[in-house]
């Protein structure tokens, strides 16, 4: 390989991003040979490496690689110098640069390629120590990084191993960069700890996930193959039951031919020996026998019609012994049981049947040829047809109108001598049957003559030995009979007529003169017809005629004389012909009582009998088996075992239904008898040995029974309440809702109605509200639980709140009554899963933080829709105020979702607390929306978004009344009585939902918390200490107004705004600087803590407000303090040219041990706090101390401490109403007594030299040492009282008496601030140009317009008017002190004022504000007692601020 091969090397191009212009980086090819850019500094690798080469002689591959992994060390190791000089002036740009580097690299030393990328890292690393932001944005820089870190790690292992491949030893530039090396490796090293743990904490995710998953299909699988288990076994069942049914019913079969074939051999013997009709003869000899004598015709009869009425199909083809039986039958006999039972009981019992009279069917082929010598009117010819009548027709004149088959041949026109040759097959069945055959002219209707015969007739002549069954024969045509009106008058002819007969199914004509009776039994036995069929037929019309005679009562009668008595439903005579016809066909009483008990199941069924009757039947049964074990033989026992299946079946439905079939359980004791012959039949041997798989225990048995029939009510409960769509909530809610109503009605009818029924075999109360609860808790939970039911997202809080309470009241209501039906259910395992508490907690939750959001829109619905009028109110305390209408409508959208609280009745009361409380924020914030909206005093201010009552208030401070005095608004009362009506509803939302209780539960269980935690003796300590002396926290700080701001400004007024600081020096701990506003400020580490200085320590600070010296800020800050034990609040003139002016200061104290301001700010409400400015001035701050420690009560106290505050801005609105106009009256009735001035002369007055000079009367020439007389006072201020008597009078009528003394008291102290502003000036600012000090009748003014206004406010004690000790305030007296030394010489007032015992009182700062009124107004002063005066009062301003 040549040593001369060139490659490109970008990496170099990396120095560059480290602060070197791009010119000295080389970014063309070099060969291995070639020496490096001076500019890098480095030493003579080529040389080493040529020298070590040729001694040593290893390969140029190794020795190219190490080269090339030196230059790069060298290069990272230059670059780190100089990264390390321009660290501190190039930082940001390195940052910058680093995500931009190169990745290209060489292929071919993908090591080192990694390694000089690594020192990029490395150097980026350091660079993002100080700036980590400005890297930490992209996630593929980051990576990279890492990956070129981690080469960094193995590169010492690398070079060692380079080295020693090219047998030389490492440069000392390259051994510089081992602390690199090491700073990279426990990069990675943490890096990959870090990742590493992330992996092992997804595989663990990932492996639960797994197990949830396969845990879940297992589950599914196994419930799966259960399912298919279970589905196999029932169809293993099913074909088992079918095959043994088919088993048994092939047996059944076998048996019954057997025993009708030997029943047929008997009978066939006795006809043999002339059993039966010898039978006969004997009875008409000897008589009936005693049984038989109770038999009357009239029975018989009744027998008769209920066997015609009969439409049972009988005979069937399975009632004949053989297969072609049921063939001859339809030969020979072919008509239904029911008739052959009738000729048998009416010859044997009514009236015996002579010979010929029995039936017997006849099938004749009669034919109509011809006829001739018919009679003709006039000669004329004959129409002729003929008309067929066959039937049983006993009057042949009078046919009856049914039962009568009429057939008609064909008209031959024209001739008396007509050929029809036409024929007609008849049927017939009784050897009475007639049949008439009548000749008409068709043209004239005229009657041609008839031939009647009898079917006897026909077979006698058709059975005439030579006939061979076969006779034609000219018949003469007859006349009708004498009863026909109309006269017969063309009668003559005769009529060909053919017959034919089939001989061998009809009896010869000898045949016809033996006994009917024997022959028609002769006739069933040849048929092989199994007697039994005739005998049930009997059974079944003599059981349906008693019933339908003497229909049997719901109830089994009882007998006096017996405990017990099996009754019958069959009548004597019944049971006597039954006895005749069991002897006479040879059937076993045990089949009659087998058959009879089968009939009564099938009328039971029909809900013909009642069940006493059934199980009367069934008893007999049992009775006869249990006294005669072979009282069955092989033949019947199949026919029980079939019968008493098919009323297990039946049975077992009817007990499985039993609400259906017993409606509230009726009849009486029907449900006991169902269930007792459940019982029975379980415990009969024949049907135990036909199924012996049953279990040994019947309570077993029904209980299987029970539960499956429960689980499958429950199926259909659930299918009935299904909404149609299973993801429309509210239609599941009441889907669920239905269900449980639909529960609980089951099991209170089972605890009403079913209880006593069941309760020898079952507690079927209990078993079915355990199943239902199981089955009920099963569908809640799949809608609450497992985060993929319906009724757990949030959908539902918005759409379907007030159907889920409803559902939370039903369930609670469901527990209720359940507990109470079943006392017991409490123990069970499923009632511990109804748990509806925790199902509802998280809806209700988010339900009360939803309501939270709607308190917005309750409000501006309720504002909107309000004018703000008061409403008609009721005579009753609650609506006694002139409230409006939007009040109302808030606290009703209010008490529509408390009653949701009120009716969750929690058992839990910490959480119930809880709830309450949040409801109680949802209150508080919509009190303050409303307070928000009507505060603005504008009944549109819902859309007004930032409105205060402060804005309102310095709106009107700062209007121009041009068009007269502000009247207080009656929108402004009804706010206010609306505020006041929101206190008392308030008032008793807290009283009603107990909130004390609640509170003091809280506490309770917060105590009890505490106790659990764990707090070292040195936290405890600290926290003490804190609480004592310091405050800390997050604050809210509301900068409201100040009022009497100290003037600055030429004009007297300032351009105030406030500053709030932390005290100089203010020590910030280290845990708290991540959390402080001032660790930011500070830009300092949080490692350590910072002590705050110069701005640091600044708060907040609100905006200048211009020319004003009440300025309205109405700010709001929120803050995080460090621990501080008082707050500095400044007052700032703004100055725009120059530094701000000092206007004032105060402190707010925090300390725990000198104000009580700490203890208030605990329960974290909002608190007014008045402050005092020195010089002069007064402030509103209002503070929150934001915690968690909330309580139930929490909230109900800031809605009522944010309702008293916006009725005290308000009230203050209405005020600063009034006071401009008060204000301006007072001063002008004093200004109207000031003294007038002199005329100066006309050089004076153009040059304006000389002072002015004022006469000693006022401008209505009044003396101004001349008081004024109470006349004049009254005159003077009845504007003032006549205005407030307007406004007044309108408070007094709209708002309640303690809201209206209290603007009444307020008007009082804006009078009293009138006058003190007209008797002194401030004691700071420029005093007006235009204030002179008072004369005595302007003094004596003041005294009469506080005396006029006082007994205006008192009003005689009546009424609304104030109390004296309410008027005579501290200010009112300071005042009347004031003017009583008003005109006291200087050196008294000194004295007062020097004796006075308060420091810094009100008293003496009037006396000092009289004395600076005096240096700067008063005429009668010298210059140097003006001096004197104004060094007195700045001497003391500074003893005053030393003090």
């Not at 890096?191 to 990932?206: G, P, Q, S, Y």
């Not at 049984?291 to 066997?307: C, F, G, K, M, N």
């Not at 199981?774 to 809640?780: A, I, N, P």
């Not at 209010?894 to 959480?911: F, P």
Request: net charge neutral.
């Amino acid at each position: 390989m040549p040593m001369a091969r060139t490659r490109t090397n970008p990496n170099r191009n990396n120095v560059g991003r480290q602060g070197l212009p791009s010119s000295q980086v080389s970014s063309q090819p070099h060969s291995p040979t070639q020496t490096q850019d001076p500019s890098q500094a480095s030493p003579p690798i080529p040389k080493h490496r040529a020298t070590v080469g040729r001694s040593a002689g290893v390969s140029r591959d190794s020795m190219l690689a190490f080269d090339d992994m030196l230059r790069d060390l060298e290069n990272i190791n230059s670059t780190n110098e100089f990264d390390t000089n321009s660290n501190t002036n190039n930082t940001d740009a390195n940052n910058a640069s680093m995500p931009h580097s190169p990745r290209s690299h060489s292929i071919r030393s993908p090591s080192l390629r990694s390694n000089n990328s690594s020192s990029n890292a490395i150097n980026s690393t350091y660079s993002a120590n100080n700036n980590t932001s400005n890297t930490s944005n992209n996630a593929n820089t980051f990576h990279s990084m890492l990956r070129d870190l981690e080469s960094v790690g193995s590169m010492s292992s690398t070079i060692s191993n380079t080295a020693s491949n090219a047998g030389r030893p490492l440069p000392t530039s390259v051994a510089n960069i081992a602390s690199t090396i090491s700073i990279g490796n426990q990069i990675v090293k943490g890096e990959r700890e870090r990742r590493e743990m992330d992996r092992l904490a997804k595989e663990r995710a990932a492996k639960a996930q797994l197990a949830l998953e396969k845990e879940a299909f297992l589950k599914k699988e196994m419930d799966e193959r259960a399912e298919k288990d279970a589905l196999r076994r029932r169809e293993d069942e099913t074909r088992r039951l079918e095959s043994d049914r088919l088993r048994r019913a092939k047996l059944r079969r076998d048996t019954e031919l057997k025993d009708s074939d030997a029943r047929n051999q008997a009978l066939a013997a006795r006809m043999t020996v002339g059993g039966l009709a010898f039978a006969t003869a004997l009875r008409a000899v000897n008589g009936p026998s005693a049984d038989e004598q109770i038999i009357v015709p009239d029975y018989i009869d009744a027998v008769i019609r209920t066997l015609v009425v009969d439409k049972t199909i009988a005979p069937m083809p399975e009632d004949f012994a053989s297969y072609d039986g049921f063939s001859l039958w339809q030969s020979h006999i072919n008509k239904p049981l029911q008739e052959v039972l009738a000729d048998f009981l009416h010859s044997q019992f009514v009236q015996p049947v002579s010979p010929n009279t029995l039936p017997i069917p006849v099938d004749i082929f009669f034919k109509v040829v011809e006829a001739k010598s018919l009679i003709a009117k006039e000669g004329r010819s004959r129409d002729a047809y003929c008309r067929i009548e066959f039937g049983a027709i006993p009057q042949p004149d009078y046919p009856p109108k049914t039962g009568v088959e009429i057939f008609m041949t064909e008209t031959m026109q024209g001739t008396v001598n007509p050929v029809w040759n036409q024929h007609v097959d008849v049927a017939s069945q009784e050897l009475t049957d007639s049949i008439i055959v009548s000749v008409w002219d068709r043209r004239k209707d005229d009657f041609l003559g008839r031939v009647v015969m009898s079917v006897k007739d026909i077979v006698t002549s058709c059975g005439a030995s030579g006939s061979d069954g076969f006779v034609s024969r000219w018949h003469k045509l007859q006349p009708r009979g004498a009863s026909v009106k109309n006269k017969d008058k063309y009668i003559g002819g005769d009529l060909l007529i053919e017959m034919s007969i089939d001989m061998e199914k009809t009896p010869l004509p000898d045949e016809l003169h033996a006994d009917p009776i024997a022959q028609l039994e002769s006739q069933l036995v040849s048929c092989k017809i199994n007697f039994k069929a005739l005998y049930i037929t009997l059974l079944r019309a003599c059981l349906i005629l008693d019933i339908n005679s003497s229909p049997p009562p719901a109830t089994q009668p009882m007998n006096a004389q017996a405990a017990y008595e099996l009754i019958h439903l069959l009548s004597p005579e019944s049971i006597a012909t039954l006895k005749f016809w069991e002897r006479k066909w040879l059937i076993r009483e045990s089949f009659r009582t087998l058959t009879y008990l089968d009939l009564v199941f099938q009328k039971y069924k029909l809900y013909e009998v009642p069940v006493w009757a059934l199980l009367n039947a069934y008893e007999e049964l049992y009775g006869s088996m249990k006294r005669n074990p072979t009282w069955l033989n092989d033949y019947e026992k199949p026919i029980l075992v079939d019968t008493l299946e098919e009323m297990h079946a039946h049975y077992k439905i009817q007990v499985s239904n039993y609400r259906e079939y017993y409606p509230k359980n009726k009849p009486d004791e029907a449900l006991e008898s169902t269930i007792l012959l459940l019982r029975m039949i379980f415990k009969s041997p024949v049907y135990r040995q036909a199924h012996p798989n049953l279990p040994t225990s019947f309570r077993t048995e029904i209980k299987s029974v029970m539960l499956q029939a429960v689980q499958g009510r429950f199926k259909k409960l659930q299918e009935h309440s299904a909404p149609f769509d299973e993801h429309d909530t509210e239609a599941v809610i009441d889907g669920l809702i239905g269900l449980c109503d639909l529960l609980v009605a089951e099991l209170i009818a089972d605890y009403k109605y079913y209880r006593k029924s069941f309760e020898i075999e079952l507690d079927i109360v209990r078993m079915n509200a355990e199943v239902y609860l199981e089955k009920f808790v099963g569908v809640l939970s799949a809608q609450f639980e497992g985060g993929t039911g319906l009724l757990t997202g949030d959908d539902v809080v918005q759409k379907a709140s007030r159907s889920m309470f409803a559902l939370y009241k039903k369930l609670k209501s469901f527990d209720a009554k359940y507990c109470k039906v079943c006392p017991s259910i409490k123990k069970s395992l499923h009632y511990a899963k109804f748990r509806v508490e925790d199902w509802f907690a998280p809806f209700v939750s988010k339900w009360l933080e939803h309501l939270t959001t709607l308190t917005v829109e309750w409000v501006t619905n309720a504002v909107k829709a309000d004018k703000f009028e008061a409403m008609e109110s009721d005579t009753t305390a609650e609506d006694s105020l002139q409230h409006s209408s939007s009040i109302t409508d808030l606290f009703q959208a209010v008490y529509s979702n408390l009653d949701n609280i009120m009716d969750l009745k929690w058992s839990n009361e910490v959480q119930q607390a809880g709830f309450i409380q949040k409801f109680g924020k949802t209150v508080s914030r919509a009190i303050e929306n409303y307070c928000d909206v009507v505060g603005t005093d504008d009944a549109d201010g819902a859309d007004a978004k930032g409105a205060t009552f402060s804005n309102f208030i310095m709106s009107v401070r700062m209007q121009k009344e041009e068009s007269g005095p502000a009247d207080i608004t009656n929108e402004s009362c009804v706010k206010l009585c609306n505020l006041e009506y929101a206190r008392m509803k308030l008032d008793e939302m807290h009283s009603m939902m107990n909130v004390s209780t609640l509170a003091k539960t809280q506490v309770d269980h917060r105590a009890t918390m505490t106790l659990n935690k764990k707090t070292t003796p040195s936290a405890k300590a600290a926290s003490a200490l804190d609480e004592q002396d310091k405050v800390k926290g997050a604050f809210k700080i509301e900068l409201v107004y100040a009022e009497n701001v100290k003037p600055v400004t030429k004009n007297g007024l300032a351009n105030p705004f406030m500053v709030v600081r932390m005290p100089e020096g203010t020590v910030v701990p280290a845990q708290d600087l991540s959390d402080s506003s001032a660790s930011t400020k500070a830009n300092t580490s949080p490692s350590v803590p910072v002590i705050l200085t110069g701005n640091a320590c600044e708060l907040v600070r609100t905006r200048p407000v211009f020319d004003t010296i009440n300025p309205v800020w109405d700010e709001t800050f929120s803050t995080l303090l460090p621990p501080v034990s008082h707050l500095d609040v400044f007052l700032y003139s703004k100055n725009l040219i120059s530094s701000n002016e000092l206007c004032g200061k105060t402190l707010i104290d925090l300390s725990g041990r000198l104000s009580r301001l700490r203890q208030k700010l605990g329960d974290h409400h909002t608190h007014d706090v008045y402050i005092e400015f020195a010089p002069q001035g007064r402030g509103l701050v209002r503070m929150t101390l934001e915690g968690e420690q909330e309580d139930v009560d929490y909230w109900f106290r800031k809605s009522r401490e944010r309702l008293k505050r916006t009725q005290n801005d308000l009230l203050r609105a209405l005020t600063t109403r009034v006071s401009p106009y008060l204000r301006e009256t007072i001063v002008r009735v004093i200004k109207e007594h000031e003294s007038v001035a002199l005329n100066r002369g006309f050089l004076q007055t153009a040059l304006g030299t000389g002072s002015v000079q004022y006469s000693n009367q006022t401008a209505a020439g009044v003396a101004i040492d001349k008081p004024v007389t109470p006349a004049e006072a009254d005159s003077a201020m009845s504007p003032v009282t006549e205005y407030l008597n307007k406004n007044l009078e309108l408070l007094c009528a709209n708002l309640s008496p303690s809201m209206a003394h209290e603007v009444i008291k307020r008007l009082w102290e804006e009078v009293l601030l009138d006058v003190e502003y007209v008797l002194i000036p401030p004691l700071f600012g420029q005093i007006e140009s235009s204030r002179r000090y008072l004369n005595k009748r302007q003094v004596s003014m003041c005294g009469w317009a506080l005396s006029v206004l006082r007994s205006f406010f008192h009003a005689d004690g009546e009424a609304l008017g104030l109390a004296y000790k309410i008027l005579d305030s501290r200010k009112y007296l300071e005042l009347t002190t004031l003017m009583s030394v008003y005109f006291n010489e200087v050196p008294r007032i000194k004295r007062e004022y020097e004796l006075s015992t308060s420091v810094n009182g009100r008293p003496k700062e009037m006396l000092m504000r009289l004395v600076r009124l005096r240096a700067e107004k008063q005429e009668e002063l010298t210059p140097a007692e003006r001096d004197g005066l104004r060094k007195w009062v700045d001497v003391e301003l500074s003893r005053r601020k030393e003090r």
